[in-house]
């Protein structure tokens, strides 16, 4: 029994690598493409803040170069970490497509389509982005690569809580379809200031009443948006019976909703002068509606098991 057990110990210890599953090792790339996304959106917004969309005045090299030493600066190497970033995401979308192709068999049938799907708009986005710097940062050209990016972000989500595993309890009523309003409110308020913020419609309202509507339009918009999360974090804290994963995915939605709303409030009153707190504001908008779309999947998740079916842990 003794040498038995020893030689089951030797084994383990020799046994080192253990092999990933096709559906992990997808999972995993994925979740490193969306954290990639987040940080590439944050520079992208202190590129803006910071006026360094056309510090590399061509595209897609900058002035030239792959990496312009010589002109090297702070707004040079914003723009040029942005695409630096940019270009591996893309990297990682082409081999996403490329393991969900060659695992199709030990992965579920969407999986393939949704990456296809995830390179189409990493490509979309590539474009947009040669187009800001060609077209001088038309603001509705900058409006657009972000939405584009967001729907990308929102994209990689929806396809790594999906191969979570995941079982349910069954019993969170209506709060999917409170959360994906939800994330259409926030979506659009995102795209709204953007649009305030490629305007430049602050300044601009504050100093000689100009596009005073693109921003109270956007200043409105709060009200609906922060409402419907306040929603989703009120029944889900009502919901006694909801699973773990989504009571604490409706905490962290409520805290970046209240962390939101001060920085939003700082940055009107400041007229947009702290650029960190600028890029901080949209960096946090975006991990908010990163939040309530990974809720919106669980919920939707939730759905499909019965109260009689026992929770179990992600």
């Known amino acids: 029994m003794t040498d038995s057990a020893s030689t089951q110990r030797i084994a383990l210890s020799t046994n080192t690598s253990v092999p990933i ?106 474009v947009l982005g040669g187009l800001t710097v060609t077209q001088l940062l038309r603001f509705d050209i900058v409006t657009a690569h972000l939405g584009t990016a967001l729907l990308f972000f929102m994209t990689l989500l929806v396809m790594g809580v999906l191969l979570l595993p995941y079982r349910g ?19 659009a308020q995102s795209l709204s200031g953007a649009l305030v913020g490629s305007r430049w419609a602050l300044h601009q309202c504050l100093a000689g009443s100009k596009l005073c509507l693109v921003l109270n339009s956007h200043l409105i918009g709060v009200l609906p948006a922060s409402v419907s999360v306040v929603a989703v974090v ?18 962290i939605a409520g805290g970046l909703l209240l962390l939101q709303v001060l920085l939003g409030v700082a940055t009107f009153r400041l007229h947009l002068q702290i650029e960190p707190l600028t890029v901080m504001h949209q960096t946090v908008g975006a991990m908010l509606l990163g939040t309530l779309v990974c809720f919106s999947v669980l919920a939707l998740r939730d759905r499909q098991f019965t109260p009689k079916d026992a929770p179990a842990p992600l």
């Open 21 to 126: 599953a096709p559906q992990d090792r997808i999972r995993r790339l994925i979740w490193k493409m969306a954290i990639a996304t987040l940080i590439l959106m944050a520079i992208g917004s202190a590129t803006r803040v910071m006026n360094a969309g056309l510090a590399c005045p061509d595209w897609p090299l900058c002035y030239g170069t792959l990496v312009p030493t010589q002109q090297m600066n702070l707004q040079v190497f914003l723009e040029w970490i942005h695409r630096l970033d940019a270009s591996l995401i893309g990297l990682m979308a082409i081999a996403l497509v490329a393991l969900s192709c060659w695992y199709r068999r030990d992965l579920p049938t969407w999986t393939p389509w949704a990456s296809v799907f995830a390179l189409f708009l990493i490509v979309f986005q590539g």
């Open 234 to 251: 009120v029944m889900a804290w009502r919901t006694a019976a909801l699973h773990p994963a989504l009571r604490q995915l409706a905490k």
């Open 169 to 187: 309890t069954g019993t969170v009523g209506r709060l999917p379809w409170v959360s994906l309003t939800a994330v259409g409110l926030i979506y």
